[in-house]
């Protein structure tokens, strides 16, 4: 009987140990820096609160890292680095983001369906509830259309759409469905490649003017033709 006894409290003492693990694990991300800002991306069923502090938290990190002192700098400047840089396999990760950043790529990676380890292209999952609420408010026409023929056929890679986006780079400042796209599959999905844990994470920090938005977005007449 007392064999059977201390059984019992080591099964239990064990469930309360795992469960309070598991609550660990999946506690809820609450360390929101840009609370404040507007809700640029909201999307029915993905958590809009975490991916609007990723957005604003990677805008903060580029405009930083490009900007190097030069007060003029703009918003779509940077994102046109980021965008090419990232196509192209250039992006330096480890100079470029912030330990914020880093806290909010932790929660990310415990989204439901967000991620897809078995997408050789990319991290991201490109039949997330994310990417198809990116897909479906994309508001450049030609781009919509490329980024709906590549999901449909399952051809989608942050190169194969990249290529078209680096010469529509403004657009994402008026739509920030676009934003997000580039946001999650060119910048935090390759932090699965990285140890953090060797990087340093203290860069200063700049006021980014998030208001700053271009009279017209940028268009492309040759879009859709091969030359």
């Not at 580029?62 to 002192?69: A, V």
Request: contains cysteine; charged residues 20%.
């Amino acid at each position: 009987m007392k064999i059977k006894t201390n059984s019992n409290i080591t099964l239990i003492t064990c469930l309360l140990f795992f469960t309070a693990f598991s609550c660990k694990n999946k506690s809820v991300f609450s360390d929101f820096k840009y609370a404040d800002k507007p809700m640029a991306f909201v999307c029915e069923g993905a958590n809009s609160k975490l991916l609007n502090e990723a957005l604003y938290s990677f805008e903060d990190d580029i405009i930083n890292h490009y900007k190097k002192g030069n007060q003029n700098y703009r918003l779509e400047q940077a994102y046109s680095q980021i965008i090419r840089n990232s196509v192209f396999g250039r992006l330096k990760l480890e100079d470029i983001v912030s330990k914020h950043t880093v806290k909010v790529f932790e929660a990310l990676k415990n989204e439901a369906n967000l991620w897809d380890a078995n997408n050789s292209k990319s991290y991201l999952n490109y039949n997330s509830t994310a990417v198809n609420c990116i897909s479906n408010n994309i508001q450049d026409k030609a781009l919509k259309d490329t980024f709906d023929a590549l999901i449909t056929t399952n051809s989608m890679s942050p190169k194969l759409f990249g290529a078209p986006l680096t010469t529509k780079y403004r657009n994402v400042l008026n739509d920030k469905n676009l934003a997000m796209y580039v946001a999650l599959d060119l910048y935090y999905a390759k932090m699965f490649n990285i140890n953090f844990s060797k990087v340093n994470l203290e860069k200063p920090e700049q006021k980014v003017d998030f208001n700053q938005v271009p009279p017209m977005p940028e268009t492309d007449p040759h879009a859709g033709h091969n030359h």
